[in-house]
């Protein structure tokens, strides 16, 4: 009987160490999604301080970079999602890179509520498993009890 219950026990645990994985790979998501978001904010920074005739330090990828002078402000290609891309002026660089922001914010927060419901299911799975330990406990020490009552 003790058997099955040290069993369910182990595949509690084992469900407790599954919830604690995806919890890290959600709070890796959220992580993520908090850099993509800076990154825009430092776009958006750039673009509203930038004038053409600005020299910037364009990055060409494995750390390497080249000045260049901003040609014209009011050309500026923005990501659209999906692959897709378009220029825009100042303002609607600006416009489309907040509006990308608010969808990262509301995808955090979707993030953020899936790791709540993984907490609040790992809180049940510790409580059960609190409970199974101590109905053992107790039932050992009746065992040890009815033992000690016979050897009398």
């Known amino acids: 009987m003790m058997g099955g219950g040290n069993q369910e026990l182990q595949q509690l645990s084992q469900q407790l160490q599954q919830l604690e994985a995806e919890k890290e790979e959600l709070e890796g998501e959220v992580e993520d999604l908090r850099n993509e978001k800076d990154e825009m904010d430092e776009a958006i920074e750039a673009i509203e301080t930038l ?3 600005s020299v910037v330090q364009v990055p060409l990828g494995g750390g390497a970079y080249i000045r260049a002078s901003v040609e014209d ?8 999602g999906g692959g897709y891309a378009a220029e825009r002026d100042q303002n609607g660089a ?3 890179l907040k509006s990308r922001k608010d ?8 993030v953020q509520e899936d790791i709540a419901e993984v907490d609040d299911q790992s809180d049940q799975l510790e409580q059960k498993a609190q409970q199974m330990q101590q109905q053992q406990m107790q039932q050992q020490m009746q065992q040890m009890q009815e033992q000690e009552d016979e050897d009398e």
């Open 51 to 53: 004038d053409t005739g």
């Open 73 to 80: 402000i009011d050309e500026v290609v923005v990501e659209l």
């Open 103 to 110: 969808v990262v914010d509301e995808q955090i927060s979707s």
């Open 94 to 96: 600006i416009e489309s």
